[in-house]
């Protein structure tokens, strides 16, 4: 029996040397591949007509004493992307559906990545920096350090690769609603920034440039505002996406949200997922007292709460695979009643390029919510749109300021699409199956993370979005398939454990392809093939 667990244990580190060396090889050919874009990105940014000064461009303002930018929606995208164009000097204006502050259950975990691009929005000017990161102090906002992993009854904890960082520097959580309307009050604070609460009906169109839109007023009277640029960012629910992109929603699943009050959490300041039956469950602080619960269910349909079976279900189904140190707190909550639930939609982004107008946020591109990287992935979009907006004196040659802008489309992609990929693959390969396979998949998911070191430092860099790459997502998905038919195959193969260890490799295959294959794989893997990578702004 020793003898067995000796051959079983020399076998797990001989494969993970395996995949160690491969790890080292990728990695090294994925350095090379980063210094030669570096080397395109900075030729690019040397053309001449980036000599145009940031002051310069603050300085110069629209003749017609309009806004310079309309910004529909003032979530986190919305009201961030404010904040950003105001402090460039450009006269913004903001039409929010509703300015009250909202009571949502996703949308709480800004993960260091997404933390990093709040800094990195205010590296000219101090005063930013202090700015963003208060939206945080003053919500009660919780540090989150890393993950802890469960399964079975076992526990894996996955800190983020933090090592190089500077200690205030981790993921964040906390109430959704508080942390925007921190963000609008910042945002309403500059004089050149206006927020009106107003229901966006329509874009105001002629000959096929955007030039504002038509909205309702808090009142219910038709107004109008116009703009050389209107920037939809008005979540997943918005209804102007249709004449900007091709949506194509996806729901897998739906999310059911409860709040435990008063009990700890078993990991301080760490994200929990339990790898459940018959989807996973997760918990994570937002406040000094309370612990979100989100509870996944496969498909569009929930249970009713209004008859009593989705207390039945969370019961019955789900509290019986929590961790103890949760359960009485998870009843708890079931029994005081607050119970909410949301769809899960994931969409590609696929933008039409309209003149006059640009689509971001959850309007634009949408992720399972599993891996929280919605935020990450709205900041990256600002830090990258500011850059670019930064160098135009104005904004008002629609045709011209379209087809540079579709340089945003083609260098957002490689950190979007990673963490849209992760996402999505993370979440089929932690949702139970019937399929030996899928199971077998799971279960060398679990355990590879669980090895720790370059294992797991990898998978947490791309998933807490400080380095991420897609062809490191793509190394570390198939080394976790390797690693599953390895243990397999080890210490003596059999037709049926190679013929499973092919259904493994085939099923890790159907899964991350085709979700490549939506997001683009040449732009996401070679932007610097695609002619708008090199496109120098316009010249004003």
């Given at each position: 029996m020793v003898m067995e667990t000796m051959m079983a244990t020399d076998h797990q580190y001989l494969l993970g040397g395996v995949i160690a060396s491969l790890l080292g090889f990728v990695l090294l050919y994925g350095s090379r591949l980063r210094r030669e874009k570096s080397r395109a990105s900075t030729a690019f940014r040397r053309s001449e007509s980036f000599k145009t000064t940031a002051n310069g461009a603050r300085r110069q303002q629209a003749s017609?004493?309009?806004?310079?930018?309309?910004?529909?929606?003032?979530?986190?995208?919305?009201?961030?992307?404010?904040?950003?164009?105001?402090?460039?000097?450009?006269?913004?204006?903001?039409?929010?559906?509703?300015?009250?502050?909202?009571?949502?259950?996703?949308?709480?975990?800004?993960?260091?990545?997404?933390?990093?691009?709040?800094?990195?929005?205010?590296?000219?000017?101090?005063?930013?920096?202090?700015?963003?990161?208060?939206?945080?102090?003053?919500?009660?906002?919780?540090?989150?350090?890393?993950?802890?992993?469960?399964?079975?009854?076992?526990?894996?904890?996955?800190?983020?690769?933090?090592?190089?960082?500077?200690?205030?520097?981790?993921?964040?959580?906390?109430?959704?609603?508080?942390?925007?309307?921190?963000?609008?009050?910042?945002?309403?604070?500059?004089?050149?920034?206006?927020?009106?609460?107003?229901?966006?009906?329509?874009?105001?169109?002629?000959?096929?440039?955007?030039?504002?839109?038509?909205?309702?007023?808090?009142?219910?009277?038709?107004?109008?505002?116009?703009?050389?640029?209107?920037?939809?960012?008005?979540?997943?629910?918005?209804?102007l996406r249709r004449s900007l992109c091709n949506p194509k929603v996806d729901v897998p699943s739906c999310f059911v949200g409860l709040v435990l009050e008063n009990c700890q959490i078993p990991f301080a300041n760490h994200g929990h997922v339990i790898l459940a039956d018959p989807s996973p469950i997760l918990f994570y602080q937002i406040s000094g007292t309370e612990i979100r619960c989100l509870v996944d269910i496969p498909g569009q349909k929930v249970p009713s709460i209004s008859s009593g079976e989705m207390a039945q279900y969370l019961k019955t189904v789900v509290a019986p695979q929590i961790p103890p140190q949760l359960y009485d707190g998870f009843i708890a909550a079931i029994d005081k009643g607050n119970i909410k639930t949301m769809p899960n939609r994931s969409m590609p982004a696929a933008p039409y390029p309209t003149p006059g107008a640009l689509l971001m946020g959850d309007a634009f591109n949408m992720r399972h919510p599993l891996t929280g990287g919605g935020m990450t992935v709205a900041l990256s979009d600002i830090v990258l749109l500011r850059d670019l907006l930064r160098p135009l004196r104005d904004l008002k040659d629609a045709s011209a300021l379209c087809r540079y802008l579709e340089t945003f489309y083609t260098l957002r992609k490689p950190v979007a699409s990673t963490i849209n990929t992760l996402a999505g693959a993370l979440y089929k390969v932690f949702c139970a199956s019937p399929d030996q396979a899928r199971q077998e998949m799971r279960r060398a998911c679990f355990d590879y993370l669980s090895l720790g070191g370059v294992f797991s430092n990898g998978p947490i860099s791309l998933l807490s979005g400080l380095n991420p790459r897609p062809l490191i997502l793509v190394l570390h998905f198939f080394a976790v398939a390797i690693y599953g038919v390895g243990r397999l195959c080890l210490p003596f193969p059999s037709p049926k454990r190679i013929w499973l260890g092919a259904r493994l490799i085939s099923g890790a295959s159907g899964i991350i392809f085709p979700i490549i294959k939506a997001e683009g794989v040449r732009q996401m893997f070679f932007p610097v093939m695609v002619p708008a990578y090199y496109r120098a702004p316009p010249r004003v």
């Open positions: 017609d004493g309009g806004a310079d930018v309309v910004i529909v929606g003032a979530g986190v995208a919305g009201a961030a992307l404010a904040y950003t164009l105001g402090k460039d000097g450009r006269r913004v204006r903001v039409i929010e559906r509703d300015l009250t502050e909202q009571d949502r259950i996703v949308g709480e975990l800004l993960q260091p990545g997404g933390y990093l691009k709040l800094i990195e929005l205010g590296l000219e000017v101090e005063y930013m920096y202090h700015v963003f990161v208060d939206c945080l102090k003053e919500i009660d906002a919780q540090r989150v350090i890393g993950y802890a992993l469960y399964k079975d009854g076992r526990d894996a904890k996955l800190p983020y690769p933090l090592e190089n960082f500077s200690s205030d520097v981790a993921g964040r959580s906390f109430h959704n609603g508080r942390f925007i309307q921190r963000m609008r009050e910042k945002a309403a604070s500059l004089p050149n920034v206006t927020l009106e609460q107003g229901t966006v009906t329509s874009l105001i169109e002629e000959k096929g440039t955007v030039k504002g839109v038509q909205y309702k007023t808090k009142s219910g009277q038709e107004s109008t505002a116009y703009a050389p640029l209107t920037i939809v960012c008005d979540g997943c629910f918005s209804n």
